[in-house]
């Protein structure tokens, strides 16, 4: 069974510019998350889906941060504009959504470096 | 709201000596409980959880855990580590295995020779 995916895995831009990060679940994740890692922390959360609707944003910075999951499969992650402090690992994870006693699955990350 | 304290930043330990890092927990309702661990340049690897029933949880790679809901703790144990178990812990909880989770800041864990 391939794992997440997440692209690119390395992106440098200067503050104000925008970026995007990109995610595909497991096949037949309904449940996708998008978290920020910034060095020395552990991750947050910033949004979670369920198939293509929202179950929980109430940490992503929505004046600057948004995200989508069309179709209820990929997803992304867009910045715009970017700020020094959004340097950080920005992690996607899925789940089944079948039990309770389901497990996240994550990707390898995306290193954000805002100049 | 739920948080996780995990009081050790860094920890040396010997290779093949013991291991127990600490991880406490707040939490309204009964906690879901998970330890992840963080290699260099790789993505998080579920470790262990902890849902309900025995309160000792065994793991991949010779990792348990046991949860004491007296003491709010999640602590991970080895019985002897390896050069390679050195990398990141991450203990975290949430209100079910779907749900988003709260992560502790980590444990960065040095193995010495």
């Known amino acids: 069974e391939a794992g997440v995916a997440q692209s690119p895995r390395y992106k440098i831009i200067e503050k104000r510019q925008s970026v995007a990060f990109w995610c595909n679940p497991i096949?037949?994740?309904?449940?996708l998350y998008w978290y920020q890692q910034i060095l020395g922390q552990g991750p947050k959360l910033l949004i979670q889906f369920q198939n293509n609707g929202v179950v929980d944003d109430s940490q992503l910075p929505k004046d600057r941060f948004s995200a989508e999951r069309l179709k209820g499969v990929d997803s992304t992650l867009k910045i715009q504009p970017a700020k020094l402090e959004d340097s950080a690992v920005y992690l996607c994870?899925?789940?089944?959504?079948?039990?309770?006693?389901?497990?996240?699955?994550f990707g390898p990350g995306t290193r954000l470096t805002v100049l | 709201a739920q948080s996780v304290t995990q009081p050790d930043i860094h920890i040396t330990v010997s290779e093949g000596a013991s291991l127990e890092l600490r991880c406490n927990y707040s939490?309204?309702?009964?906690?879901?409980l998970f330890w992840y661990v963080q290699s260099p340049g790789q993505g998080l690897q579920l470790l262990l959880k902890?849902?309900?029933?025995?309160?000792l949880v065994q793991g991949i790679k010779g990792f348990e855990a046991e949860f004491k809901r007296s003491q709010s703790s999640f602590n991970l144990r080895k019985p002897s580590v390896h050069w390679s178990d050195a990398a990141e812990y991450f203990c975290a909880v949430g209100e079910g295995g779907a749900d988003g989770l709260t992560f502790g800041k980590g444990t960065h864990l040095i193995i010495q020779p």
């Open positions: 096949s037949g994740h309904a449940t």
């Open positions: 902890y849902f309900s029933g025995d309160t």
């Open positions: 994870a899925s789940s089944s959504w079948d039990s309770l006693t389901d497990t996240q699955y």
């Open positions: 939490y309204g309702a009964t906690p879901y």
